[in-house]
Structures are given as structure tokens and as C-alpha cells.
């Protein structure tokens, strides 16, 4: 497969900044919606926007769109997709959905037909009329936006602002992701000083911390495409191989972050992070 087509979804607001990332990380051949942007890549794409981008929510492999109005045109453009290049005998394919002024409006409807036709659909290549589920996970997203539908495989997993770096929760917490588009949007530079007063668990200055250090945001995670048997192993390895190749090693960061301490009368503590 010379070219895919992937879509990086985002919080509503911040697909110019998801788009600003994709474009620097090589990939212009871009267009930007509503919550996702969708650019063409190679295949070492997928494993270079998994473990890079800092504002996207996840990455999906888009498998194609078309229009349905009816559950019989639903299914026939699912079951016209190319499942069985991706998915293998064993795989779970499990379904999501949603649906957004169409007329197509019963998402578990939705989900039930695009599975069917999935399974209809690898039944002609594998030749087996039950699949056991037991194998890599491809998650599957039907999306329904004014009577087009999108169908994409989830690449990532677990969201991307799961960065693997941190191991407790907190009341209130900042989604990683949220917190890097702040930084980026800031146009800080890794320079200069950055100071947070108020940094309840720190993730702005840790995100700046990744940012300043030309960290990748993904290299301490693991993603469901690593276990997909179409994406060679060797391209996660060369992935990671490059983020860690192009770590600041030698930064000096000046990031900080403020924090009351409990029961010292509005006495702040602090946590910096240096390079």
C-alpha cells in the first residue's frame, strides 16, 4: 500500500493545531473538518502520528466514505471496503457509531448492519461462516454526519492523552492533549522560561517539558496497530528509533510549576522541570 488515508480526530477548536502538527510532521496533503483532519501517508504514517502528535485525540485508518440513507446502502458501501486487507481471521472487530442529522439516526441500528457486513464481507476471503474474535483488536468507527457515513479503524487504542507517564489520577485532571495545544498555541519556546501558578498536577508543565525536549508523546505507550500483522514490526521499530534519535538530550528546560500546599495557610510549593 503506497498511500493511506488517516484521520487524526481533535477536540472541536483545535484542528488547526492537530493540522499544524500533521503538516510538520511531513504530511500535506491535508483537509481539515469539524473535530478530524485527514491527511494521506505512507504506512509508516500511522506509526509516526501515534507516537507524535500531541493535540489528536487518536489516530484512525479511514476506510472509506459514502452516502446512506437507507440500512441497504449502508451496508453495501461497508461491505464494498477492503476489511479482509486489514483485518485478519482472528481479529475482534468490534463496532461504535454515531449519528449527526441523518436519516440513518439509530446508532446501535447503524453498528449492527456495519458489523454484519463486515462479517459478510470477510466470509468471501477467509471462507468461514463464524469468527472467533480471539486475535488483535481493530476497533471500528461508523460515523454518520448529514447522511454521508465515514468507516475508519482506530489505530490508537487507548486515547492518545494516555501518555504512559502517569500512573495516578486526580480530582479535576487537564487532559494531556488539551494541555499541549495550550502550549502550542502559546508559541512558547523551549528558551525561554515557562511558569504555571497554579499547575494542580503539573500537566501543562509536563507537556511544555515534552515540547521543550522534542520528546515524542507516544514513546512510553504501546498502540493496537503494533499488533496488526499488516503493519510491519519494523516500521514501529524505525519510528521509535527516529523519536529517540531526535530527543534535545542536551536541553536546558526552565519550566515551573506552582502548587498550594495543603495546610500551609496559602504557602505554594513548587515543582520545576529541567532538562
Not at 500533521?22 to 509516526?48: H, I, K, P, Q, S
Not at 507524535?52 to 479511514?62: F, G, I, N, Q, S
Not at 520528546?215 to 498502540?223: D, E
Request: with cysteine; glycine share 10%; hydrophobic share 45%.
Amino acid at each position: 500500500m503506497d498511500k493511506i488515508q488517516l484521520i487524526a480526530t481533535s477536540t472541536f477548536g483545535l484542528e488547526a493545531v492537530v493540522a499544524r502538527e500533521v503538516t510538520e510532521l511531513g504530511y500535506t496533503d491535508t483537509a481539515v473538518e469539524n473535530g478530524r483532519v485527514t491527511f494521506a501517508a505512507g504506512m509508516e504514517g500511522l506509526c509516526r502520528s501515534n507516537l507524535w502528535l500531541r493535540a489528536a485525540d487518536r489516530v484512525l485508518l479511514k476506510m472509506g466514505e459514502f452516502r446512506a440513507e437507507s440500512f441497504r446502502e449502508l451496508f453495501e458501501g461497508t461491505f464494498a471496503l477492503p476489511w479482509a486487507e486489514w483485518i485478519p481471521a482472528d481479529g475482534a472487530f468490534p463496532v461504535a457509531g454515531k449519528s449527526v442529522n441523518s436519516r440513518l439516526f439509530s446508532v446501535p441500528d447503524c453498528q449492527a448492519i456495519v458489523k454484519k457486513a463486515i462479517v459478510e464481507k470477510m466470509k468471501t476471503r477467509y471462507k468461514k461462516d463464524w469468527f472467533a474474535e480471539t486475535g488483535p483488536r481493530y476497533r471500528v468507527q461508523v460515523a454518520l454526519l448529514k447522511d454521508m457515513a465515514t468507516l475508519a479503524i482506530d489505530t490508537s487504542g487507548a486515547g492518545l492523552h494516555k501518555r504512559g507517564y502517569r500512573k495516578l489520577n486526580c480530582e479535576a485532571p487537564l487532559k494531556e492533549t488539551l494541555a499541549a495545544a495550550m502550549v502550542l498555541l502559546s508559541r512558547w519556546h523551549p528558551d525561554r522560561a515557562l511558569v504555571d501558578p497554579f499547575c494542580g498536577s503539573g500537566t501543562i508543565p509536563l507537556e511544555a517539558g515534552l515540547i521543550g525536549l522534542n520528546l515524542a508523546p507516544g514513546l512510553k505507550r504501546s498502540f493496537d496497530a503494533e499488533g496488526w500483522p499488516a503493519v510491519p514490526r519494523e516500521l514501529w521499530t524505525r519510528a521509535r528509533e527516529e523519536a529517540l534519535d531526535l530527543v534535545s538530550r542536551d536541553k536546558s528546560l526552565h519550566v515551573h510549576g506552582y502548587v498550594a500546599a495543603a495546610g500551609l495557610g496559602g504557602h505554594t510549593g513548587i515543582m520545576a522541570a529541567t532538562g
